[in-house]
C-alpha cells in the first residue's frame, strides 16, 4: 500500500516533529513514525467497513417498511438487489476485515457516525446509479463489484461529513486519504467471484524491507546528525547551517542517509525524490537550492567512495543536473 514517497513523507514528518519537540527519546520519536504510518492501515480498514455498515442500513430500511401501519406492495416484496450484492458477500466474509474491524474498535453507529452513514445511503439512493443498478435486469458478480466501485469513488471517499468525522479520529489521515482510497479501488477490483473471501487485504508495507527503510531512515537521520550537517556545512559557503531552512536541512540529512546507506536506491530516485518532497513542504526556493546543494554533495561522496551502489541502485548513475 505505502509508497517509498509515502515513508519518505511520514518519516520528514516524525524527524520534524522529534527535532522541534522537547523530549528527544529516539525510541518514542520511532515509535511516533510507526504509530502514524499503522494509521495508514487503519484508515484502509475504515473506509472499507464503510460498505458493511451501508448494506445494514439497507437492511434496516428494508425491514423497517414492512413493518408499516398500511406497507405498500414495494415495501412487502422489495428489491433485495443491493442487499444481495455478491460483492458485498465477499467483504463480509472476509476473515481478516473483521478481525481487523474489531481489533480497531471500529464503528459506525456513534450519532456523529451513523448520521454520515445514513446522508451517503440517502445519496447513494436517489441517484441515478443506483436506480439503474437496481433496475437493470442483469445479475453479475462484475455489475456489483462496478457497483461497489462506484459507491466508493461518488458517494464515500470525497463525503466532506466523511472527512470530518475521519479528522476527528486522527490527524494523520488527511494527508493519507489519496493513497488509502487507491488502495481501496485496488482492493475492489482485484476481487473475484472464484474468491472464498478476499482473504488477503492490502497490506501496509510491500514486504520487510520497506518497514525496515522507514526505521532506518527516522533513525540514521537524527543519530548521524553532526556527520551530515558538516557535510552540509561543507558546500554553503559564507552560511551557517542554522540560517538555512528547518525543513531543506532535514530533507537533505534524509537524502545523504539515503544516498550512502542504501545501495538498491539508485542516486538520481533519492534527487529526485527529495526536490519533489521540497515543493510541498518547504519553501518556493528550495527545489532549486536543494537539487543544487545535493549535486555538490552526492558528486564529493562519489568521489570519496562514500555512495556505493547495486543492483537496482547502479540505474541512472549519473547525478542530475
Do not use: C
Amino acid at each position: 500500500m505505502l509508497s517509498r514517497r509515502h515513508i519518505r513523507i511520514k518519516s520528514f514528518l516524525a524527524l520534524y516533529a522529534y527535532i522541534f519537540s522537547n523530549n528527544k527519546e529516539l525510541d518514542k520519536g520511532e515509535k511516533e513514525l510507526m504509530f502514524s504510518l499503522n494509521k495508514v492501515y487503519e484508515l484502509y480498514v475504515t473506509l472499507l467497513s464503510v460498505f458493511n455498515e451501508i448494506k445494514n442500513v439497507s437492511e434496516e430500511k428494508i425491514e423497517n417498511a414492512k413493518t408499516k401501519l398500511r406497507p405498500t406492495e414495494d415495501d412487502m416484496n422489495p428489491n433485495m438487489k443491493l442487499v444481495h450484492n455478491k460483492a458485498f458477500a465477499l467483504l463480509n466474509q472476509n476473515s481478516q476485515l473483521k478481525k481487523d474491524i474489531d481489533n480497531m474498535k471500529i464503528q459506525w453507529r456513534s450519532d456523529a457516525a451513523f448520521t454520515v452513514i445514513s446522508q451517503i445511503f440517502k445519496e447513494l439512493r436517489s441517484s441515478e446509479d443506483y436506480t439503474a443498478y437496481m433496475n437493470s435486469g442483469a445479475d453479475s458478480f462484475e455489475e456489483d463489484k462496478e457497483f461497489l466501485i462506484t459507491i466508493f469513488k461518488k458517494f464515500i471517499v470525497n463525503n466532506e461529513l466523511l472527512h470530518e468525522v475521519l479528522e476527528d479520529n486522527s490527524i494523520f489521515w488527511n494527508d493519507d486519504l489519496d493513497i488509502v482510497a487507491m488502495a481501496v479501488i485496488k482492493t475492489l477490483e482485484t476481487m473475484s467471484e472464484s474468491d472464498s473471501g478476499i482473504e488477503s487485504l492490502s497490506p501496509l508495507f510491500k514486504d520487510k524491507t520497506d518497514e525496515e527503510y522507514a526505521r532506518l531512515l527516522f533513525r540514521h537521520s537524527i543519530q548521524k546528525e553532526d556527520e551530515l550537517e558538516n557535510l552540509i556545512t561543507a558546500q554553503t559557503k559564507n552560511w551557517d547551517v542554522d540560517r538555512l531552512a528547518k525543513t531543506d536541512v532535514i530533507l537533505m540529512r534524509m537524502a545523504l542517509v539515503e544516498a550512502m546507506e542504501f545501495p538498491s536506491i539508485p542516486v538520481k530516485v533519492t534527487m529526485n525524490e527529495y526536490i519533489e518532497i521540497s515543493k510541498f513542504y518547504s519553501t518556493p526556493k528550495s527545489k532549486g537550492f536543494i537539487n543544487g546543494l545535493l549535486d555538490k554533495i552526492f558528486a564529493k561522496l562519489k568521489e570519496d567512495g562514500k555512495i556505493n551502489k547495486s543492483g537496482r541502485g547502479l540505474m541512472n548513475k549519473s547525478i542530475p543536473k
